[in-house]
């Protein structure tokens, strides 16, 4: 916690909404994680090629700290661009944690060694632990973590992998004002919901972008291919085939980071079911449904991949590729059939 003791860490299943009810906590204002996640419209599919035999990466959102959520609370939320350790401790003097994206692959704590990166991840900074070093408060842990100023600096600034944050964005946030009515932006979230992800801007997002990762699949064993260095599911710096490092990537896209399917869609499930409990709409819940099918689907694939990690034959990579391909499909299928079920809501 910092010196004013408000701050408690928590752990999350979304790093994004997790971080942001924590701080809200703080301010004296409770709210469930599936709420702001739901409410914030962010959720969808987002799909990266990688040149090369890098991996491409799959995120579960379309859209990065859209703050609708916590706008429907009447919370002042200020963006700050601190470019230096003392930068930071200067914001944590006045509030009790600041929210920063950084990336994945260069925070100690995972392991990885930035062998792996994700520039769509975010923690809360609580206060400095003396000159040098700060508690981080990490979603995905029990407990807060210390990183040194030099290695937060580098996560906040990192280029590897998009999404991007080129202009070391942190944000501090206000107390909420108000108490949103869920019975009446519920819905509006939800028409958001429908139009991004049926229809986005970029044939990489949404449903479009699942039938992307589908197509793309299948060239992965010709253009993921040579031995790479990686860092397996203990931390173990290991050399390995490129086309089993890009699987065991989207294995832990999936269900690690929460980024596919295995976390996302069933926490848009739960909101959709609080809608329609709300509203007594029961579309909600039928359409709530249907996302959790899809998370059962993407799970199942994401645990496949996790533990076929240390598998390199040719012709058993080439197995789970297609579990990859077909997976997306039968999502997208799934996924359509809900949204599309919504869409006169």
């Known amino acids: 916690m910092n010196a004013t003791g408000r701050y408690v860490h928590r752990r999350g299943l979304h790093c994004e909404s ?3 009810c924590a701080v809200l906590a703080a301010a004296g204002y409770e709210v469930d994680e599936e709420t702001v996640f739901g409410l914030d419209g962010g959720f969808g599919f987002s799909f990266f090629p990688a040149s090369g035999n890098a991996p491409d990466i799959v ?16 919370v002042e939320v200020v963006p700050h661009a601190p470019k230096s350790g003392a930068g930071l401790a200067g914001l944590l003097e006045s509030a009790p944690a600041v929210m920063t994206r950084v990336d994945l692959g260069l925070l100690p704590h ?4 930035g062998r792996s990166s994700f520039g769509g991840y975010f923690v809360n900074v609580v206060r400095p632990l003396g ?19 030099a290695e937060l600096q580098e996560a906040r ?24 009515q869920l019975d009446r932006v519920g ?36 253009s993921k291919r040579g031995e790479v260095e990686d860092v397996d599911l203990t ?35 739960r909101y959709l079911d609080k809608v329609a409990d709300s509203t007594g709409e029961a579309r909600y819940a039928e359409a709530a449904a249907g996302f959790h099918d899809s998370g059962r689907l993407w799970s199942t694939l994401g645990s496949a991949l996790l533990t076929a990690g240390t598998v390199t034959a ?23 059939r809900a949204l599309t079920a919504l869409t006169p809501l």
């Open 157 to 180: 600034s990192s280029r590897n992998s998009p999404p991007l944050n080129p202009d070391w964005r942190v944000y501090v946030f206000g107390a909420p004002r108000r108490t949103p």
């Open 18 to 20: 997790a971080c942001q």
């Open 187 to 222: 819905p509006v979230a939800v028409r958001t919901l429908c139009r991004e992800v049926l229809k986005p801007g970029s044939r990489n997002l949404g449903l479009p972008g699942m039938k992307q990762l589908a197509a793309a699949a299948p060239s992965w064993p010709d």
């Open 131 to 149: 000159a040098d070093a700060f508690e981080v408060s990490d979603p995905a842990f029990d407990e807060p973590v210390s990183m040194s100023t």
């Open 314 to 336: 040719r012709d058993d990579l080439t197995a789970l590729v297609d579990a990859v391909s077909d997976t997306a499909r039968s999502a997208t299928d799934v996924e359509k």
């Open 59 to 74: 995120v579960g959102k379309q859209a990065v700290m859209p703050l609708r959520a916590v706008r429907l609370m009447g």
């Open 235 to 269: 931390g173990r710096v290991i050399r390995t085939d490129a086309l089993a490092r890009q699987l065991l990537h989207l294995g832990r896209q999936i269900e690690s980071f929460g980024t596919g399917g295995g976390l996302f869609r069933p926490m848009i499930g």
């Open 110 to 113: 995972w392991g990885l060694e």
